[in-house]
């Protein structure tokens, strides 16, 4: 598939564009299509069967015109619309204004006094090879709509007038189904087409015409452009990988200090479990301790309820005794008063009352050891109350001490935790700040490196750029390479030998002179490795520089490319499709060319009667892109080297020429003193290095010590209760 020749000065990720994004977008024109399709059947499939113009050209209403299927002559008079239905057919099959050589723009086709024009073309569509038979029918109408500002769209329609699409990549589709390419000069032959094909007895052109109509100078230019971007994809793949490596080693850096700050987080869970540990441990000694208190409450208060039962008992005995006690007296009252009303009795009776006193004698004995008993065993049970508060008292009295002791070693353990946790904060920011430093001098180091490494680079292409300087001063053809002119002396002796039908000229940039020196950039960057080229009459003379070529450069090195093309006396006659400009040059007329090989060779490879030479860049924007460009004019470049385009702009990457510059004692001293400076340059990017790897260092040990700070304080806190002694404070400071 070709591609815009522009596109070989794009970005190397811009891969060949399809078809698709080559041909003209619906609303703008401008853009080159070049179509490729299968072969079909004659007669039966992509037949142009008609076609009607509306508001086209200068013909408000031509048509419908209807095509046999076989050839088709269109004969009339000037003005009749000959010209409109070829340049109809170009258009509304999406061709650009430009192929048509009647205009550079579509509002130009346009009929004055009207807004808009149409153009509806039916292609026919039948039998097997039929695009989307079931869809379009047995034909396809194409009607296209230009808008006075040059904008279009279309309309695709089947054989029943139902509009199937309006979208570009539909009509690119049937396009490349039917094999239809509008652009090309051996499927629509325009009149200035086949004017300058006629008129030409030039060889060349002819041949020039038949690469352009078979697409091999394309995929001459496709192939160097692959060649190009395989070399600068190969160069990207090596930075990726050396990328790469510096990525793995990153993220091994990132994984350790991951895992560290698993570890710190593990260890805070720890910490917290430990805490929790420490103070079920504190409940559970207190616990212990009132459950011993509460179990010698217990068996007082047991021994105390014995004692109140067996004081019950005794007392049950002493109100028996009592009531015997009164029993006894009230007898003894009776027989008193017995006895004193029988007086006679008493003496019988004598016997009996000193029997009963002795009775009552035993019982009060027995009372008195009754009370007695209860008095001691009341005594007993005041003593023992006396002893339960005694003993209670001195319980509160006991663990007073030793409940204070415990308050304050729990203050002072929680005191500890708290200090300890502050300790553990400021450790983990000294540690995130130690870590943030590293990382930071880390990526600083790495930047620097990079760009040591890049100054290295240009410092090494600088010095190898001044020795080729200062071998040119004695030779001027070593600037084209160390091996040119010992390659024109074997090419001098191969010709005198009779090698050669004609003398192979180059390389092309020992030919040519500049009129103006400042455009030595500008031309450098158009002509690029065309400098470095040789020109030969024919093949049998190219195989024989191919091998004198091989003596001088090595396999797998790049050669100086042979341009093939027959040698003239006489320099071709571009006046009529050279771009003119009244204030700026073409490369063509900015260089003085002697021999016409050259300037044919130049004006068939790079059409430098196209190229416009403008020293400022903003005049070259606005000359290029603010205003039309001029006729036939492709393409610009600055004083700078820059490339500008209708509608694209590209910076050079070289700051000054390399083959074409007259004053190499300047150009020599420019190098010298941008080596000193690169040279300068390296050894203050080693000196910041050099402090930044010792920066790393120390950071890297005062982080060593925090860490080391950090498991002392663990240490510290898996022992709460071991002393009130603290641990050491250590004070950082931070660089």
């Excluded at 009372?367 to 008095?375: F, G, P, Q, V």
């Excluded at 002072?412 to 946790?421: D, G, I, S, T, Y």
């Excluded at 499709?577 to 090989?597: K, S």
């Excluded at 700051?655 to 080596?675: G, H």
């Amino acid at each position: 598939m070709a591609k815009r020749k522009e596109e070989n000065f794009s970005s190397p990720k811009n891969a060949k564009r399809p078809r698709q994004e080559e041909l003209e977008d619906f609303d703008k024109d401008g853009d080159e299509d070049e179509c490729k399709g299968t072969t079909l059947t004659a007669a039966e499939v992509g037949i142009i069967e008609s076609i009607h113009l509306k508001n086209f050209m200068c013909h408000s209403m031509l048509g419908p015109f209807k095509f046999g299927s076989n050839v088709n002559f269109v004969v009339g008079n000037n003005g009749s619309g000959k010209s409109a239905v070829l340049t109809a057919l170009i258009v509304g099959l999406g061709g650009r204004a430009v192929a048509t050589n009647r205009g550079s723009s579509l509002k130009g086709f346009v009929k004055d006094g009207q807004n808009s024009a149409d153009i509806s073309i039916t292609l026919r569509n039948r039998g097997d090879d039929a695009f989307k038979a079931s869809v379009y029918g047995n034909s396809i109408l194409i009607q296209q709509h230009i808008s006075i500002d040059g904008s279009r769209s279309y309309k695709l329609k089947s054989a029943t007038g139902s509009v199937v699409s309006t979208r570009k990549e539909e009509l690119i589709a049937i396009l490349d189904h039917f094999n239809i390419q509008v652009d090309n000069p051996v499927s629509v032959l325009t009149q200035e087409m086949s004017k300058q094909f006629l008129q030409s007895k030039n060889e060349g052109d002819k041949y020039k015409f038949f690469m352009k109509a078979t697409q091999l100078e394309q995929m001459k230019e496709d192939y160097s452009y692959i060649m190009e971007t395989k070399e600068r994809t190969k160069e990207q793949i090596h930075q990726g990988e050396e990328r790469l490596t510096e990525l793995k080693r990153q993220c091994v850096e990132k994984e350790e200090r991951f895992q560290s700050i698993a570890g710190l987080s593990t260890m805070k869970t720890n910490l917290e479990s430990l805490k929790h540990e420490m103070a079920w441990a504190v409940v559970n000694e207190i616990e212990k301790q009132l459950n011993a208190i509460r179990d010698n409450i217990k068996i007082g208060e047991d021994r105390a309820a014995r004692l109140d039962r067996k004081m019950e008992e005794q007392q049950v005995r002493l109100n028996e005794a009592e009531q015997k006690y009164k029993d006894i007296q009230d007898k003894l009252e009776k027989i008193s008063e017995e006895t004193n009303a029988r007086a006679p009795e008493c003496m019988a009776l004598k016997a009996d009352v000193v029997a009963k006193k002795r009775a009552y004698n035993e019982a009060e004995v027995l009372y008195n050891r009754s009370l007695n008993e209860y008095k001691a065993l009341k005594k007993d049970d005041e003593q023992l109350c006396k002893r339960i508060e005694e003993l209670k008292k001195s319980t509160d009295q006991s663990l007073e001490p030793e409940r204070l002791e415990r308050q304050k070693k729990i203050s002072w353990l929680k005191e500890r935790v708290k200090a300890f946790q502050n300790q553990e904060n400021s450790v983990n920011q000294e540690i995130e700040q130690f870590q943030q430093a590293i990382e930071k001098d880390k990526e600083e180091h790495g930047k620097i490196k990079r760009e040591e490494l890049d100054v290295k680079h240009a410092l090494s292409y600088n010095q190898g750029q001044l020795k080729e300087l200062k071998d040119s001063k004695t030779d001027r053809l070593k600037r084209f390479g160390p091996n040119v002119p010992a390659l024109l002396e074997a090419i001098d002796d191969a010709y005198r030998q009779g090698h050669f039908t004609y003398k192979p000229v180059g390389p092309l940039g020992a030919c040519i002179h500049l009129r103006d020196p400042e455009l030595a950039l500008a031309i450098e960057s158009c002509l690029k490795g065309l400098l470095q080229a040789y020109c030969c009459h024919n093949h049998a003379d190219e195989r024989v520089l191919q091998a004198l070529m091989k003596r001088f450069y090595l396999p797998g090195t790049s050669r100086p490319p042979i341009i093939v093309s027959e040698f003239r006396n006489e320099i071709y006659d571009v006046r009529h499709r050279a771009a003119y400009h009244p204030d700026f040059p073409t490369v063509l007329t900015a260089l003085e060319i002697d021999n016409a090989v050259v300037a044919n060779s130049l004006i068939d490879m790079r059409g430098i009667e196209t190229v416009l030479l403008i020293k400022n860049n903003s005049v070259a924007r606005a000359v290029m892109q603010s205003q039309k460009p001029p006729k036939n004019c492709r393409e610009a470049f600055t004083a700078d080297g820059d490339q500008v385009f209708a509608g694209r702009y590209y910076s050079s990457e070289n700051t000054r020429p390399k083959f074409l510059s007259r004053d190499v004692d300047s150009e020599i001293s420019d190098l010298e003193n941008e080596v000193e400076n690169k040279t300068a340059q390296i050894l203050n990017l080693q000196q910041h290095l050099s402090t930044l790897e010792k920066d790393i260092k120390h950071n890297e040990e005062l982080l060593k010590r925090c860490q080391l700070h950090y498991k002392e304080l663990k240490f510290w806190l898996h022992r709460p209760s071991e002393g009130y002694q603290k641990p050491p404070q250590v004070t950082w400071i931070i660089f």
